[in-house]
């Protein structure tokens, strides 16, 4: 290997390290989401009835807030005759926890086509949009689902308070509050400004600003470099 071509080639290995290092720095997950095994206990206009279904849940930015989806995975309930398309209309409330509270209403499409009678009523998934007031950690936990269908009402409640399916570290509006998924999970772990991207707080800004100047120096490093092999081939002729 001749001198000339040396140091530019430790000049490009140190610009691609940069970067690399940079980019596995800003890359930190915003939202972490797990699927939990939820045991509805419903109320039918005909009867009790119990139904284990796993839930998921997943977030998207949306303007200053999260797009927050509810997926079943399994149906719940059953109808004693069939139900049409269009007959069935799910609803369901989730759960707000970590430096928030209250619940956050969800809804989604009537059923697309028939169920049969007797058959589990499988639930489309169910979405709404999350606002933070509060910067810091929010978990989202399944609620009450409720079902209407041919004029009356099947409510079905978690026998037991279920684990979060969803965690999200979020920055409210203005930075006010106080104290973070893949699908989910993170994720959500979110925030919002006005481009659309919603700042993030905490330990992981001074991770990624510390990777921004650690990337910086090896981008000076790399100039210099650069800058002296060119002085040095110029001195040479």
Same mark, same amino acid.
């Given at each position: 290997?001749?001198?000339?071509?040396?140091?530019?080639?430790? @000049?490009?290995?140190?610009?691609?390290?940069?970067?690399?290092?940079?980019?596995?720095?800003?890359? #930190?997950? @915003?939202?972490? @989401?797990? $699927?939990? +095994?939820? /045991?509805?206990?419903?109320?039918?206009?005909? !009867?009790?009835?119990?139904?284990?279904?796993?839930? %998921?849940?997943?977030?998207?930015?949306?303007?200053?807030?999260?797009?927050?989806?509810?997926?079943?995975?399994?149906?719940?309930?059953?109808?004693? $005759?069939?139900?049409?398309?269009?007959?069935?209309?799910?609803?369901?409330?989730?759960?707000? !926890?970590?430096?928030?509270?209250?619940?956050?209403?969800?809804?989604?499409?009537?059923? #697309?086509?028939?169920?049969? =009678? /007797?058959?589990?009523?499988?639930?489309? %998934?169910?979405?709404?949009?999350? *606002?933070?007031?509060?910067?810091?950690?929010?978990?989202?936990? #399944?609620?009450?689902?409720?079902?209407?269908?041919?004029? *009356?009402?099947? *409510?079905?409640?978690?026998?037991?308070?279920?684990?979060?399916?969803?965690?999200?570290? $979020?920055?409210?509006?203005?930075?006010? !509050?106080?104290?973070?998924?893949?699908?989910?999970?993170?994720?959500?772990?979110?925030?919002?400004? !006005?481009?659309?991207?919603?700042?993030?707080?905490?330990?992981? %800004?001074?991770? $990624? =600003?510390?990777?921004?100047?650690?990337?910086?120096?090896?981008?000076?490093?790399?100039?210099? #470099?650069?800058?002296? +092999?060119?002085?040095?081939?110029?001195?040479?002729?």
């Amino acid at each position: 290997m001749s001198y000339r071509t040396y140091p530019k080639r430790t @000049a490009a290995y140190a610009l691609s390290a940069a970067l690399a290092g940079s980019a596995v720095l800003m890359a #930190a997950p @915003a939202a972490h @989401a797990t $699927v939990q +095994n939820v /045991n509805y206990q419903c109320k039918t206009p005909i !009867g009790n009835k119990s139904a284990v279904s796993p839930i %998921d849940m997943k977030s998207v930015r949306s303007g200053g807030g999260y797009k927050i989806t509810m997926s079943f995975q399994k149906g719940v309930s059953s109808s004693p $005759v069939e139900l049409g398309k269009g007959a069935m209309n799910p609803s369901a409330v989730i759960r707000l !926890g970590g430096v928030e509270s209250g619940t956050l209403a969800v809804s989604g499409p009537a059923n #697309a086509a028939a169920i049969p =009678a /007797n058959s589990p009523i499988r639930i489309s %998934d169910l979405s709404g949009t999350y *606002t933070p007031k509060k910067s810091g950690k929010v978990t989202f936990t #399944a609620g009450v689902l409720t079902i209407k269908a041919l004029g *009356t009402t099947t *409510t079905c409640t978690p026998a037991r308070t279920p684990d979060p399916s969803l965690e999200l570290d $979020v920055t409210a509006a203005g930075g006010s !509050g106080g104290g973070s998924g893949s699908s989910g999970g993170g994720g959500p772990r979110s925030g919002s400004s !006005g481009s659309g991207q919603l700042p993030q707080t905490g330990p992981q %800004d001074s991770t $990624v =600003a510390l990777g921004m100047l650690g990337g910086t120096v090896l981008l000076a490093g790399a100039g210099g #470099a650069l800058w002296l +092999n060119r002085r040095h081939q110029g001195a040479a002729r």
